[in-house]
């Protein structure tokens, strides 16, 4: 994750003594659910593997993930990567009672070490994409890319989907979608965003809007004011396209965006039951391309 000085939450001088990672789970939906079907994903590898794994969840925030693993999964080397101070160090209280985990506070793009599962657990929108290249060199055989997130709910058209389909790049350019090389050059020259872009990001902006505010009202209705507040931060940064710290895809571009950086998509689950409209949590297994395929009940 980001930064304190840049971050959208933990820079704020009233989140500093806050927990976020453990309050997101009390006041907002599907964040729980969703750490208990990785935690249970991650089970199921290490019992297809019949050994310990290498584990590191990116962005772990202050840890709570990653203390969930390391209780199911006594033998596993589970590592909170997070760069932001105060939740690193929650994440190191938190996990100080488990041996074989630990906290790595450097930028992911600087770990080396070879691993087995690597989990993005509402950090994609946060990081910069270039990551995933640096997922797919760290993977061993048989390793595999968790991604979930909360993502915007789905805005693509069918024609949005037939055009990225024919993408074989994808790629943000001041917060708007490029999906052609040219349009990717034309941009860096002069800054010219295509119209198809710019009515994309319209969609994603009223998308989100309409999510964050039932988000909001969830909180509300449950006294969680923390929650609330930060809902409403986090809402503004959001809804400026040009902010990277926060800029959350749709489903389906995200997919389209793994699929141009290598990754085959093995599984699909969907956290929640909700209308399409209000359904932002997914949760993917991910491989490299010509990896092997992992047992998963997932949809496929």
């Known amino acids: 994750m980001s930064s304190e000085e840049v971050s959208t939450v933990y820079g704020r001088e009233e989140f500093k003594r806050v927990d976020v990672g453990a309050v997101m789970r009390d006041g907002h939906p599907d964040i729980s659910d969703g750490d208990q079907l990785i935690v249970d994903l991650v089970a199921k590898k290490r019992e297809s593997a019949g050994r310990p794994l290498s584990v590191i969840d990116v962005g772990s925030g202050s840890g ?47 770990w080396k070490e070879p ?58 350019g001041g917060g708007y979608l490029l999906a052609a090389r040219d349009e990717i050059e034309a941009y860096r020259a002069d800054g010219s965003v295509p ?32 929650v609330a507040i930060a809902e409403m931060q986090i809402t503004k940064d959001d809804m400026v396209t040009a902010f990277e710290e926060e800029h959350k895809l749709s489903p389906l571009i995200v997919e389209h965006e793994l699929a ?41």
């Not at 390793?143 to 055009?163: A, H, M, Q, S, W």
């Not at 994603?204 to 006294?223: H, S």
């Not at 990754?263 to 092997?292: C, M, T, W």
């Open 64 to 110: 709570v993930l990653s203390e969930l693993i390391a209780q199911r999964l006594p033998d596993c080397r589970v590592i909170a990567n997070e760069i932001a101070p105060n939740p690193a160090r929650q994440a190191r209280d938190r996990l100080a009672a488990h041996p074989r985990a630990e906290v790595f506070t450097d930028d992911f793009m600087d």
């Open 115 to 172: 691993l087995d599962v690597i989990i993005s657990w509402g950090s994609h929108h946060h990081l910069p994409h270039s990551h995933l290249q640096h997922a797919r060199t760290l993977l061993e055989d048989g390793g595999v890319l968790i991604l979930g997130d909360e993502f915007c709910p789905e805005y693509c058209t069918e024609d949005d989907v037939k055009r990225l389909k024919n993408a074989d790049v994808i790629e943000l």
């Open 195 to 226: 119209e198809w872009s710019r009515v994309l990001e319209d969609r994603r902006r009223r998308t989100l809007w309409n999510w964050y505010k039932f988000v909001i009202d969830y909180a509300i209705e449950r006294d969680h004011w923390p």
């Open 260 to 300: 141009v950086n290598g990754f085959e998509q093995v599984a699909k689950h969907v956290i929640g039951d909700r209308p399409a409209e209000l359904q932002s949590f997914f949760i993917y297994e991910f491989l490299p391309a010509n990896g092997a395929a992992v047992d998963s009940a997932g949809d496929r």
